[in-house]
């Protein structure tokens, strides 16, 4: 019993890193650009429900799923416009130009909405739990992993139907090819930032269901999404979901098992990813690529 708790406990964790790491899966694993105000883009999904709930009530959650995407959307398109095309194969400037950004962010959440962190209230629906072979899982968290499951089949369904996510694994394979060939590389970068942002957006929503909303809430969740990313292959969507529920039920497993609890179960988590990226640099699934030659 005290298995399947825990593996019950580790899926809804890892739903939880899933939704946080889907869009770098697109802005780093796709791009190559480290972007550290990804974390600042899910905490202002998350002040959107809260800016919402005074308006429609303890159903935020849900109208803000839509407009936090576009909220988280329209940050992404500024930032890549205004900052980063002008340092696309540099990633470490990326890096150190986004983490600024991200402090700015932090500060002008804290002069908007104040340093006390803030409660979004969830909808009646979402109180209570439902019985797993004796285990208790909140519906709360089974909405987290339903939302992470959704977005997924969505960003399949978009890579593999439409002409725009085609254009976008074009370019995510060979740049240069795909600009030979008319994609316009340019839009493609946009709406790949867009996009990616948007599902930030939407990871900061389901964020506001299992814990308080604050300027630093998305650098609590940033360090781990990088580590799904990296582990599951950059710009790999499986190798995402398979490493963000691994990595959960881990963490849940070494809680479990340790009296330190969530320190040392992180601790563990990074040692067993740089292991596992000592056999496996490339992470779990590799990049297929196409060349001019």
Not at 154 to 171: D, E, H, N, P
Request: proline share 3%; hydrophobic share 55%; aromatic share 10%.
């Amino acid at each position: 019993m005290g298995t399947l708790n825990q593996l019950v406990i580790g899926a809804s964790i890892g739903a939880v890193l899933l939704l946080a790491s889907l869009g770098l899966t697109f802005t780093f694993g796709q791009m190559g650009v480290i972007n550290m105000a990804h974390g600042e883009f899910i905490m202002a999904g998350a002040y959107t429900a809260y800016v919402l709930q005074p308006l429609v009530g303890e159903q935020a959650v849900l109208v803000a799923l839509p407009v936090a995407f576009a909220v988280g959307g329209v940050l992404g398109l500024i930032l890549e416009r205004l900052f980063i095309r002008r340092f696309y194969g540099r990633p470490l400037d990326t890096l150190l130009l986004t983490f600024g950004i991200s402090l700015i962010l932090q500060q002008l959440a804290r002069d908007l909405f104040g340093a006390p962190n803030v409660q979004v209230t969830a909808p009646g629906w979402l109180t209570g739990g439902i019985d797993l072979g004796g285990v208790r899982m909140p519906y709360n968290r089974v909405f987290i992993l339903v939302l992470a499951v959704g977005c997924v089949v969505a960003i399949s369904l978009y890579l593999s139907k439409l002409k725009q996510g085609r254009r976008m694994r074009a370019v995510m394979q060979n740049r240069q090819l795909a600009a030979v060939s008319g994609v316009a590389t340019g839009r493609v970068d946009q709406a790949t930032f867009f996009i990616g942002s948007g599902l930030a957006g939407v990871a900061g929503v389901a964020l506001t269901l299992i814990g308080p909303v604050g300027p630093t809430l998305g650098s609590a969740y940033i360090v781990d999404a990088f580590l799904v990313v990296v582990a599951g292959g950059l710009g790999q969507l499986r190798g995402a979901v398979i490493a963000a529920f691994a990595l959960g039920v881990l963490n849940s497993f070494v809680e479990f098992w340790t009296a330190n609890g969530a320190s040392l179960a992180k601790v563990v988590v990074f040692a067993v990813i740089i292991a596992f990226l000592q056999f496996r640099p490339q992470g779990m699934f590799v990049l297929r690529s196409r060349a001019l030659t």
